[in-house]
């Protein structure tokens, strides 16, 4: 473990990874499946993960930027790589140069890329994205056959093949929502639109993770599993990761900076929002808000430390934060476990979620790289230790 690691450590779980990939991959068995590694792998890196996505079966990468999909060919990735968040003007050329999928939206898109793969000679790589209720990116129905038409005469043309058409749910993580049926069957109308234009994808897809989970029927040819690939639940409503056979990939933890006696009535951290309620030890906890722990988590983010769960005492610091540990003793340089699987009765990120009315999705991501990440292959023990395999340090890559 290298110096900074000894502060905080993110340890992440490929064996964990490839686990749920293999569980997610169980259920859908009809179709491939694209492992999403946007925000450098929902934070937990990009390029680790994915390889540990593709050696438990991932036929596809995923992310939102042109950067993102870049740094993945750099580090040696070769397979099917698809992204998805374009504006004007962006390095069109050099993704059809390193035959990644884009995905076009817009006539405007299909020019851009278009005119790229004329100057550079190659086709490029086209899938297609039909609004169908989400009201993000995406074609809406209306000019769904003027945008299926050009691309199929480009097509012809040569400059570019179109391999996918593709939608995105806006409420799979509720069930029995009304918008799930509405989006299902305007994705199939937009199907037909694109065969009757003459288009033949090579898939077609609109499962994120909890449609991969939730509904059979979605899932085509190609399921997008995001956050389930990180052991997360897409939503408390759907059910615990145990509950599909997933297991969290983070463990988030940090050396305490100090341990001290301090009297009643001791006021803590900023505002003193929070006030000692009689003689008492605290510990100091060396992450805060510049970390990602969350702020709007003051006085009730919980953490695991000398073998409890504790609450953050008062606010949620840029670098640290206070947690009151009562007549219990610590030592400085002792772990304190914000979130995990659970294997010490850690809190989990949903746990995280709720204290500060958010989503797993968030409090995962949003881990800083102030906090290196160290890779493991099977459970990390506490200090972020090796586990299965040995740890390794590295800034989230």
């Known amino acids: 473990m290298n110096e900074t690691a000894k502060r905080a450590r993110a340890a992440i779980d490929l064996a964990a990874v490839r686990s749920n990939v293999r569980a997610l991959r169980d259920r859908a068995p009809g179709a491939e499946l694209m492992a999403v590694v946007k925000s450098d792998g929902y934070g937990h890196g990009a390029v680790r993960c994915g390889r540990a996505a593709r050696e438990a079966g991932a036929a596809w990468l995923g992310t939102a930027l042109p950067e993102e999909a870049f740094a993945l060919r750099a580090a ?23 035959a990644i999928d884009v995905s076009v939206s817009g006539l405007w898109a299909l020019r851009e890329v278009a005119d790229a793969a004329r100057a550079c000679g190659r086709a490029a790589r086209v899938q297609l994205k039909i609004d169908t209720g989400l009201g ?3 074609c809406q129905p209306a000019d769904w056959a003027e945008l299926t038409a050009a691309a199929r005469a480009a097509e012809a043309e ?46 077609r897809h609109i499962a994120n993770t909890p449609a991969l989970l939730t509904l059979p029927e979605a899932h085509f040819d190609l399921v997008r599993a995001g956050i389930g ?7 408390p409503e759907l059910g615990a990761p145990e509950d599909f056979g997933l297991r969290p990939v983070m463990t988030l933890e940090a050396s305490l900076a100090s341990v001290k006696r301090v009297p009643g009535g001791h006021g803590v951290s900023y505002g003193h929002l929070y006030t ?17 722990i ?19 005492a008062g ?5 640290q934060f206070v947690v009151d540990l009562g007549g219990d003793r610590a030592e400085a ?65």
């Open 315 to 319: 606010r949620v610091a840029m670098d």
């Open 76 to 98: 040696g990735d070769t397979g099917r790589l698809m992204c998805w968040l374009w504006t004007p003007g962006g390095p069109w050329r050099r993704a059809v140069e390193e």
């Open 158 to 203: 040569g400059v570019l093949a179109v391999t996918g058409v593709w939608s995105h749910f806006a409420c799979a993580d509720e069930p029995g929502h009304p918008s799930i049926a509405a989006q299902l069957a305007e994705f199939r109308r937009a199907l037909a639109v694109a065969d009757a234009a003459g288009l033949r994808p090579e898939v």
């Open 333 to 397: 340089g002792e772990q304190a476990v914000l979130f995990g699987p659970g294997d010490r009765g850690e809190p989990s990120a949903e746990d995280w979620a709720r204290a500060a009315g958010t989503i797993g999705y968030e409090i995962v991501t949003r881990i800083g790289s102030r906090v290196p990440r160290v890779y493991v292959d099977g459970a990390a023990p506490a200090g972020g230790g090796g586990g299965d395999g040995a740890a390794r340090t590295g800034g989230g890559a």
């Open 136 to 138: 993000r990116n995406g």
């Open 276 to 292: 000692t309620p009689g003689e008492t030890t605290l510990a100091l906890v060396p992450l805060g808000y510049a970390d990602g």
């Open 294 to 312: 969350p702020r709007h988590a003051s006085g009730t983010g919980p953490v695991l430390v000398a073998g409890k769960w504790r609450t953050v």
């Open 229 to 235: 690939i990180y052991g997360v639940s897409p939503s």
